[in-house]
């Protein structure tokens, strides 16, 4: 009798085995197979002690049996922490200490002849006069105890999946852990002597009943189908990765957890922001303002002004809606800030600009048609032209933004702005322009060339003063290239500059043209700053600041 | 009147189509049986079986439940084979490689299901028979697996080192096919069953390599190393035809050393001609895929010669 249920426990125990190992690489597989073929070798090696005439091959067979009694439960842990998701366990460094018991437990059976530290008397155990039990050492229920300890780690990580929200992963524990139960109570009656067996343990034949569990696992809840083991790696990938900063915070506004993105947001790094509290990384100096007029948004700046974030807060409760504490969403939104400005110095261009321009051509014409006269004329010209410029700079503009996308070649500086001085002398002789060129082997972006013809440009064509006169000078370190333009012309209006300062425009203050907001935008997009000043005792000193780029290889 | 007359002629003519529907399914059912035969690789179960029956002939062994244990051994392992080779499967045998696709779930849980019934009866046959049908199991999973992690070691997998990867293919299946019926019985292993082993291993070498004569393409581009890619196809006829006639030679020694009775010689020399014939086409005709077949039916004459020359 049972030895037809022990030859049962081999087939399906093999069967099982060999459905979980078709499904490699799936988590879990090969712990499963492997414990299922340590169960079929425990049941085989039963069959054979069971077959066996002679005493010296009943005991070979028992001591054989360790071998499948002893991998059985590491296969097992192992099953579980890859299956559950905890596969970082699942290496050398962690097996080999749990494999030192299963290891010596079968290095004694199989020299049981020179102790007793598994069996007192092995004959007594197969005379039948006592089960193995009876007649255990102490080895045998160190080995028993950890086989329970093992158990016992393997269930806690399935317990969580068994009130999973996922149906499927509800089941599959479900079957798994009716799978570990079966054997571990029907060895645990066997080792209180609670089962008839004569001796026999039982353990391997409830096997066959998690074979058949773990068949279920496998084909009514798509055990290695569908697995629970990416979820607790997706959603550290998601926090960690995602583009947005998010940080989560206590109640007491402690800092403790952070991505990477909220890390260079708040230029600080993980280790040091977690576990302080938010308003020391908030409010150390790194943002300036904070600006919640527009709608819900929180909008905050870096004080560097080369950032600026959108923030959203979202509360965390536990499930008795309680809070618990805060999610902070960083949303980087610097460049669509610049996009909205650039949008709308362009909207002003076109809205206003232009429309008076066209008025004026429009009323000089019907003026020329009644009165005929070449100041009229002149003056329609004159429009036409300015027209003409906007358009000019409109495709400055362009470029500059298509520069954005592609890549900008470095130039020599010293040839870019001799060629620009060299034009607008010729173009304004009665303006006198001195230029100081610095190293003659700097490079800078190409994009710049709009950047310094524009700065020269206003320099020269709005110097009013009797002696117009142009200084320009470069200087750099090792990094940057400084370029000086000083004119002695009436100054920039200071509406002009608050608006390229606040980065936006009203309906009612807005700058006059295009230039600045191109020599601005153009700089910005090629990491540059510039600064505007005012000169002793008229006049404007624009400073540029860019980084030098590397030579340009000989192609 | 007449319309009727013609009428009733042409019922004549005109063939039952529910018999001709009838007549069709039976012709059909045949064909239907021996397509899942050959494609699911059960085939190859029956002829193992056939061939421990033939080792029991031999040897006088009494009858035991080594056939079948052989049978489902071979068809797990071939329907496993088949599984994983389906998609390099689909420019040889495009049909086999339809069938294996549209039935893998059904073909790996029956190849399990054998193999686990295989293991069951070799348990109750013993020790010996139940690790002899354990270790084709280990060989599939060690010749399919990389089974050494780094190839920086000079190993890859056992498939791609020159005749071990037929040799092992051939010893595991010759063993199998000998020692497991005798396992069984608990009969002694004499010389007659070394022979026999010796028969099987080159019989199934042969077959392997003549296989591997229509991968040549494929494994030079995988890098595995078989007979036809590093010899060529004219010197590995010689390769083949050498190995055939020392199977030959085998069996005459051991008919001289009384080994073996006539008749038995003449039963399994039968299943030399086959080889020989089949080593000598090789390269000189296109149906490469039909050169194997036909290797894997060379043993029948032995099957049919044996019982008659026996009784």
Redesign the interface.
């Known amino acids: 009798m049972m030895n037809g249920v022990l030859?049962?426990t081999?087939?399906?125990?093999?069967?099982?085995g060999?459905?979980a190992?078709?499904e490699r690489p799936e988590p879990g597989s090969v712990p499963l197979a492997v414990m299922l073929a340590a169960q079929?070798l425990w049941s085989?090696t039963l069959?054979?002690k069971l077959?066996a005439t002679t005493f010296g091959a009943k005991i070979f067979?028992l001591n054989m049996s360790w071998i499948g009694v002893a991998v059985i439960p590491v296969a097992w842990l192992l099953f579980s922490l890859e299956y559950s998701g905890y596969t970082k366990y699942v290496r050398f460094r962690y097996i080999a200490p749990i494999s030192i018991v299963p290891t010596i437990t079968i290095g004694l059976a199989l020299t049981y002849q020179y102790h007793d530290l598994i069996y007192l008397s092995e004959q007594l155990v197969e005379s039948g006069a006592v089960s193995t039990p009876q007649a255990a050492g102490i080895w045998y229920w160190v080995s028993g105890a950890y086989t329970y300890l093992l158990g016992i780690a393997g269930i806690i990580p399935l317990l969580g999946l068994v009130r999973s929200d996922v149906q499927a992963f509800q089941g599959q524990s479900s079957a798994i852990l009716v799978g570990l139960l079966v054997p571990w109570v029907t060895n645990a009656l066997y080792l209180m002597e609670a089962m008839p067996t004569n001796g026999v343990d039982p353990t391997p034949v409830a096997f066959s009943i998690s074979g058949i569990a773990y068949l279920g696992a496998v084909t009514r809840f798509q055990l290695f189908k569908t697995n629970p083991s990416p979820k607790r790696y997706a959603r550290h990938l998601v926090f960690d990765q995602m583009q947005e900063g998010a940080l989560v915070l206590d109640n007491n506004d402690y800092i403790v957890g952070m991505n990477d993105s909220a890390a260079h947001a708040l230029n600080t790094t993980r280790t040091e922001a977690l576990g302080s509290p938010a308003d020391a990384n908030f409010s150390s100096n790194l943002f300036h303002s904070h600006d919640t007029s527009k709608s819900d948004q929180t909008i905050i700046h870096t004080t560097d002004g080369n950032r600026s974030y959108d923030i959203s807060m979202t509360r965390i409760t536990d499930f008795r809606n309680r809070t618990i504490g805060r999610v902070i969403t960083l949303h980087e939104i610097t460049e669509y800030l610049q996009q909205q400005q650039q949008l709308e110095v362009l909207n002003r261009v076109f809205r206003h600009n232009i429309r008076n321009k066209t008025q004026v051509i429009v009323g000089n014409a019907d003026q020329i048609e009644t009165n005929d006269t070449v100041d009229q004329v002149e003056k329609v010209i004159g429009s036409a032209m300015e027209i003409e410029a906007i358009g000019q700079k409109m495709r400055e503009v362009i470029d500059v933004f298509e520069q954005r996308r592609t890549h900008s070649n470095p130039l020599k500086l010293h040839n870019l702005l001799d060629e620009i001085i060299t034009a607008t002398r010729e173009n304004h002789p009665a303006v006198s322009i001195e230029y100081e060129p610095g190293s003659d082997e700097l490079y800078v972006p190409e994009m710049l060339e709009v950047v310094f013809s524009n700065v020269i440009e206003n320099a020269v064509i709005h110097n009013t003063h009797p002696e117009p006169h142009v200084r320009i000078e470069v200087s750099a370190d090792d990094k940057t290239a400084q370029i000086t333009t000083k004119d002695n012309g009436p100054g920039i209006d200071d509406q002009e500059l608050l608006v390229l300062e606040r980065d936006t425009e009203t309906p009612l203050e807005h700058g006059s043209g295009l230039g600045l907001s191109v020599i601005a935008w153009a700089t910005d997009i090629a990491d540059g700053e510039v600064t505007f000043e005012a000169n002793e005792p008229t006049g404007t000193i624009v400073t540029v600041n860019v980084p030098i780029q590397s030579t340009p290889t000989q192609e | 009147m007449k319309n009727e007359q013609e009428t009733q002629s042409n019922v004549h003519e005109q063939p039952n189509p529910q018999i001709e529907q009838l007549l069709n399914r039976l012709l059909r059912q045949p064909q239907r049986v021996w397509r899942v035969l050959e494609y699911s690789s059960a085939y190859m179960g029956l002829i193992a079986a056939a061939e421990v029956i033939s080792v029991m002939l031999v040897l006088s062994l009494p009858q035991s439940t080594a056939p079948l244990v052989a049978g489902l051994v071979t068809f797990t392992i071939y329907a496993n084979d088949r599984l994983t080779d389906v998609d390099s499967d689909e420019l040889v045998n495009t049909a086999r490689s339809e069938f294996v696709r549209q039935h893998r779930q059904e073909l790996y849980i029956l190849a399990a299901m054998s193999y686990g019934l295989a293991l069951t009866l070799a348990a109750l046959g013993g020790p010996l028979a139940f690790g002899l049908s354990v270790i084709p199991g280990c060989l599939w999973v060690l010749y399919a697996v990389d089974w050494v992690p780094n190839p920086t070691l000079g190993f890859g997998r056992l498939k791609e080192i020159l005749f071990l990867n037929s040799a092992l293919v051939a010893a595991a299946w010759a063993a199998t096919i000998v020692f497991l019926p005798i396992a069984v019985t608990e009969a002694p292993i004499d010389s007659a069953s070394v022979v026999l082993f010796l028969y099987f291993f080159f019989g199934t070498f042969i077959g392997a390599e003549v296989s591997n004569v229509r991968d040549v393409v494929g494994d030079r581009a995988i890098g595995v190393a078989t007979v036809p890619v590093v010899f060529g196809i004219h010197r590995t006829r010689y390769i083949l035809q050498a190995l055939n006639l020392l199977n030959l030679a085998i069996l005459l020694v051991a008919l001289s050393s009384s080994i073996f009775s006539l008749s038995a010689l003449v039963a399994l020399a039968t299943g030399l001609v086959g080889p020989a014939v089949v080593i000598w086409l090789l390269g000189r005709v296109q149906n490469e895929r039909g050169l194997s077949l036909a290797l894997e039916y060379s043993r029948i004459p032995v099957l049919i010669t044996l019982p008659i020359l026996s009784f």
């Not at chain 1, 081999?10 to 099982?16: M, R, S, W």
């Open positions: 030859l049962g081999i087939a399906i125990g093999v069967t099982g060999l459905l190992w078709r079929c085989a069959v054979f077959q067979w």
